[in-house]
């Protein structure tokens, strides 16, 4: 770094005066790295936000996905300590010291006691535990994939929303010129006399509701993209790419049914159905005793009679336990266990019906609304806007009415817009269909 002569020095003298001096920079350079600072600022802000782009954002770091993983690695750690033995116990102790006389020699049977338990649960609970919390890890795992495709689903249903608001704003703001020039020349035709007030008036209220109409429009892609920042954060304010994805077909009904069967929640019941069958297996251990061993040594002091030293003692005992009050203990275990796996598995069959319905609702939907869009397509639309026209063309030569011409001008604009609404449905539709049916992005 090159330091300005006689810069230390002033700079010294202008912290002991409580300011500050920097060396002088070329205004030219300066200019420069302000204007660059602000271009690099804008041209982030004008990239668009494409589909793909917004589904990547919304994807990365999504917390409710992260926190469906963090409870299964959790429910795995659990399945692993529900493997192991119970911890041994360590017993020390005094037995039959003497209270009214003597030491710990005195008595033959005085001794220090050293023991350690062991507990073994009944029959195979250990396993079936472990296989218990495993299915439940199993469960979350495939809950958090469900999560990230209703993620995926929530924003391109946002995404969608906002292009939406987006192409009707530029729509409506590009007939506005047209309106606005047929006021003016309603407004001349009237002067000169050829138009009546009326013509004039109803113009004049047409172009006031269209620019209602403008501020509506800018409220709806507010609120839009409101809910899509939800997902992409900042982002939402960047504007919607002009291109929707290309999603024209879809797989047969019977091929989309069939893959409901891999759905991350259809999934998801199967594993939380197997946790419920290793509950029941384990209230089937439960009636099978458990048992504990003990193994103790006892130190003696003192001699016996003939002056030999008293000898240590080494016991060993088995603790068994015995099931036979199981009216109210494991028989109701029992019978919770299996009214829940019954209750998983009427839960799962009525997952598939609803998830099988709603496939097939939005199966149709998706047919009727490509046969409108290819309707709009190849007659509604051209048939608006020649309306229009020859509206238009038949009220400049004083042969038609200036009520026909707005009417069909406003229908041409209500049209274009309703072709967009059909275009954006239909690809919304498909992304429940991708839901769904596992389609890939």
């Known amino acids: 770094m090159k330091v300005v002569p006689g810069y230390l020095p002033r700079l010294r003298r202008s912290v002991r005066r409580g300011r500050f001096i920097f060396p002088r920079v070329p205004r ?27 589904e990547d954002l919304a994807l990365d770091h999504e917390p409710g996905q992260a926190t469906l993983e963090a409870r299964a690695e959790a429910l795995d750690e659990q399945s692993v300590a529900a493997g192991q033995l119970p911890d041994p116990m360590l017993r020390v102790g005094l037995a039959n010291f003497p209270l009214q006389s003597g030491g710990f020699s005195t008595e033959a049977m005085t001794q220090a006691q050293l023991g350690i338990r062991q507990a073994f649960p009944p029959g195979k609970s250990r396993s079936v535990s472990m296989r218990r919390f495993r299915s439940l890890a199993l469960e979350m795992e495939e809950s958090a994939d469900a999560r990230r495709r209703d993620v995926l689903l929530a924003v391109r249903q946002s995404w969608l929303d906002a292009y939406y608001w987006q192409r009707a704003q530029a729509i409506v703001s590009e007939s506005r010129p047209f309106f606005g ?134 016991s060993l005992s088995v603790t068994v336990d015995l099931p036979i009050f199981r009216n109210n203990r494991q028989d109701r275990a029992l019978g919770a266990a299996l009214r829940e796996r019954r209750a998983a598995n009427e839960s799962r069959d009525e997952l598939l019906r609803r998830l099988a319905s709603e496939l097939d609702r939005e199966h149709a939907r998706w047919q009727q609304l490509t046969r409108r869009i290819a309707l709009y397509e190849s007659r509604i639309l051209t048939q608006a806007e020649s309306r229009a026209n020859a509206a238009l063309l038949a009220y400049q030569s004083d042969a038609g009415d200036f009520a026909d011409v707005m009417r069909g001008y406003i229908d041409d604009l209500d049209t274009r817009l309703e072709l967009v609404r059909l275009q954006v449905e239909r690809a919304q539709t498909y992304a429940v269909l991708a839901n769904l049916g596992g389609l890939p992005r």
């Open 28 to 54: 030219f350079w300066l200019l420069c790295c302000v204007v660059g600072v602000s271009c690099a600022a804008q041209a982030g802000q004008d990239v668009p936000l494409t589909l793909a782009a917004a």
């Open 181 to 314: 020039d047929l006021v003016s020349v309603t407004r001349s035709l009237y002067e000169v006399g050829r138009k009546t007030q009326q013509d004039l008036l109803r113009a004049e209220l047409e172009l006031s509701r269209l620019d209602d109409r403008v501020i509506e429009i800018d409220r709806e892609e507010a609120e839009a993209r409101a809910l899509l920042s939800r997902w992409v954060a900042a982002a939402a304010a960047q504007p919607i790419a002009l291109k929707l994805p290309a999603w024209e077909r879809v797989p047969a009904p019977g091929k989309l049914h069939d893959s409901l069967l891999e759905h991350p929640a259809v999934r998801a019941a199967d594993a939380r159905i197997a946790a419920h069958d290793a509950g029941v297996d384990l209230a089937h251990e439960q009636y099978k005793p458990g048992w504990a061993l003990d193994l103790g040594y006892g130190y003696r002091d003192g001699m016996l009679p003939s002056g030999a030293p008293r000898s240590d003692f080494v």
